[in-house]
């Protein structure tokens, strides 16, 4: 699991120990600051679509967790508590008036 301290930490430790090898290598405090924000948005990219493969997965299993005929049971249920399914009301039936 992804904690968003520990990753924006993470980043930030990863960003500094970036910026200093760059700027020993090419001695440019520019080229170290330019490189470093494009270091900054890939990584922030990747965290978003990490993001987005865990909220996937999660849905994902949430789907295979649940019945197949969930919906039937819950309009059995539905109709034992007086509570017309959201199914029903579609339909050409006359009320009871």
Known sequence: MM???RVFASMLGALIVFAV???LLTGSVG???WQTVVAA???QIGYFIGVLVLVARAARQKRQRMPAD????SDRNAS???VVPVSR???RERPNL
């Open 70 to 73: 969930d919906t039937a049971s």
């Open 21 to 23: 090898s760059i700027y």
């Open 31 to 33: 080229t170290t600051v």
């Open 3 to 5: 904690y968003a301290p």
């Open 89 to 91: 009301m579609n339909t």
């Open 41 to 43: 948005v890939l990584l």
């Open 80 to 82: 034992r508590s007086g």
